[in-house]
């Protein structure tokens, strides 16, 4: 069966840095492309990061791209958002989700605020 957990969001300063967990069970990471994605109040979900299964190529949204960073520990079958120079504009809940024949599973979700 296969679960998505993420974690590590919270309030966090502009210009601060938080990095959320995606723990997955029920396959193994390393073998499927893994995104983030993020919706923000009134806004559509919209894809954040990814990194792809075969070789750990990254790819970003522009809005983000030089402050944040994906990544994955294949030992702890986790994926990683690492996000620095946070502004208030990157407020929303952040989804882990994968694909499988043609399915998109979704985690619950991190909420991040980004406020003085």
């Known amino acids: 069966q296969v679960q998505l957990v993420e974690s590590g969001g919270g309030l966090v300063q502009p210009g601060g840095s938080q990095r959320l967990s995606c723990a997955a069970s029920?396959?193994?990471?390393?073998?499927?492309?893994m995104n983030w994605y993020r919706q923000a109040p009134g806004n559509e979900r919209g894809l954040v990061a990814s990194?792809?299964?075969?070789?750990?190529?990254?790819d970003y949204a522009d809005s983000v791209k030089g402050r944040f960073n994906i990544s994955r520990d294949d030992h702890k079958n986790t994926v990683y958002l690492q996000m620095n120079a946070l502004k208030p504009k990157d407020t929303a809940v952040y989804y882990c989700?994968?694909?499988?024949?043609?399915?998109?599973?979704w985690g619950q979700g991190t909420q991040v605020n980004v406020s003085s």
């Open positions: 989700t994968v694909t499988f024949f043609g399915y998109q599973y």
């Open positions: 029920g396959f193994i990471v390393s073998s499927r492309t």
């Open positions: 990194i792809s299964r075969e070789d750990g190529t990254t």
